[in-house]
């Protein structure tokens, strides 16, 4: 089967994370299949990232959108200001922290090619953070009903187990 090509933006949102931010743009330009766009909204209090992260797109196939403004008020907007610079077919949208297995972009991709129907999903967290029992215990008891959410907890019973992705109900 010929795999046809789907576009895809990412769309990371930012404030005052300018280590992590560098290390999740580096682990996008390191993906076997590159986004046609990255839109980077920045609410920090400095652009001390924009230079540097220019540099890395200079000779990228991947367009950079770079946006600087501390008037973007929070993730929802900084996500909707990231969504109309993107003009592709698939929008991703990823946390100014995360690392990027290298193929997460190219499985993406294959999730809405082979389930067209599909009309989001999200990836697997490989690296989850360290909680203690009484957090655990104390999620699972507020978040049920409409703040009830099937994606959470699930990494850690596929850690090692392939690339899967999980169906999304809600964006």
């Known amino acids: 089967m010929t795999k046809k090509h789907i576009s895809i933006s990412a769309v990371i949102p930012t404030k005052n994370r300018h280590f992590d931010l560098l290390k999740a743009v580096n682990s996008v330009i390191n993906q076997t299949i590159l986004p046609s766009t990255l839109v980077i909204v920045d609410q ?9 992260i220019e540099e ?3 000779n ?4 950079l959108i770079y946006i600087y403004d501390k008037n973007v008020s929070g993730l929802v907007d900084a996500k909707r200001v990231g969504v109309n610079h993107s003009n592709t077919d698939i929008v991703v949208f990823l946390e ?7 193929d ?4 993406i991709e294959l999730g809405f090619i082979n389930q067209p129907e599909m009309i989001g999903c999200c990836g697997i967290i490989t690296n989850p953070p360290k909680q203690t029992a009484l957090y655990e215990l104390l999620f699972k008891i507020f978040h049920r009903g409409i703040f009830m959410d099937k994606r959470v907890g699930l990494y850690g019973r596929f850690i090692g187990r392939g690339n899967k992705l999980i169906l999304s109900e809600m964006l």
């Open 56 to 58: 890395k797109f200079k």
């Open 44 to 52: 920090s209090n400095s652009n001390d990232s924009q230079l540097i």
């Open 104 to 107: 997460f972009i190219d499985q």
């Open 96 to 102: 100014d922290d995360v690392i990027l297995e290298p």
């Open 60 to 63: 990228s196939k991947t367009h």
